[in-house]
């Protein structure tokens, strides 16, 4: 993996990118109203951060200590589609540019958000995670999601890959030790939950 940051286009490449992320922004955050994501968090105050992810308030808010996983999703979208575009012949390669890139991964975090507040993933979450009162996200804390991985995969465009993949080891490392948990943690547990590492998640007082 190269640590040269990727060239990238001129700004005006970017403008109906930008337009097309903002629309499908917008469309998700439709769509998880009309299934029934509240706008806030029911505690009413419209705090940006919480940052007690064992409350009601977790994924309520704009921003949460998740927030750097989000983060680390853009990171990651960023270096599987790197690595993808130097497998695909140089036609397919030149048009598969940096700004429609971006697009998949604002589309693909979107849908992350749709499919991770339906009720069979809602319910995987309380039944085998720390996330024990998870009822889904609110409206924001999608926004918020989505736009720390537009953010995420926008350093990794700048930083390129090798930094880009060291950032995301320091996220998952400072996350492991302020929440007991980060991006592969919450993966592992989804797909293959440990019972050793749940009670090591799970403060002793909530057990």
């Known amino acids: 993996m190269s640590d040269t940051p990727t060239a990238t286009r001129p700004t005006n490449a970017w403008a109906l990118p930008a337009l097309a992320a ?30 007690d992810i064992w409350s009601r308030h977790c994924s309520q808010h704009l ?18 589609m790197e690595m993808l575009a130097r ?63 537009a953010t995420g995969f926008l350093i990794a465009m700048r930083l390129g890959m090798r930094p880009a993949l060291m950032l995301f080891a320091a996220f998952e490392i400072i996350t492991l030790f302020w929440i007991r948990d980060n991006l592969t943690l919450n993966i592992v547990m989804l797909l293959y939950p440990i019972d050793t590492i749940r009670q090591w998640q799970t403060p002793a007082t909530l057990r």
């Open 22 to 51: 903002l629309l499908l922004t917008a469309a998700a955050l439709v769509a998880l109203r009309l299934m029934g994501r509240v706008w806030w968090c029911a505690c009413a105050g419209l705090s940006p951060w919480t940052s």
């Open 87 to 149: 497998l695909l012949p140089p036609p397919a390669a030149a048009r598969f540019t940096m700004p429609l890139r971006f697009i998949f991964a604002v589309a693909l975090e979107a849908g992350w958000e749709l499919l991770e507040n339906t009720p069979m993933v809602i319910e995987r979450y309380r039944s085998v995670t720390i996330s024990l009162d998870y009822n889904g996200d609110s409206v924001l804390n999608s926004l918020g999601d989505i736009l720390a991985c």
């Open 63 to 80: 921003f949460d200590p998740y927030t750097l996983s989000h983060i680390s999703h853009g990171l990651l979208f960023f270096i599987g």
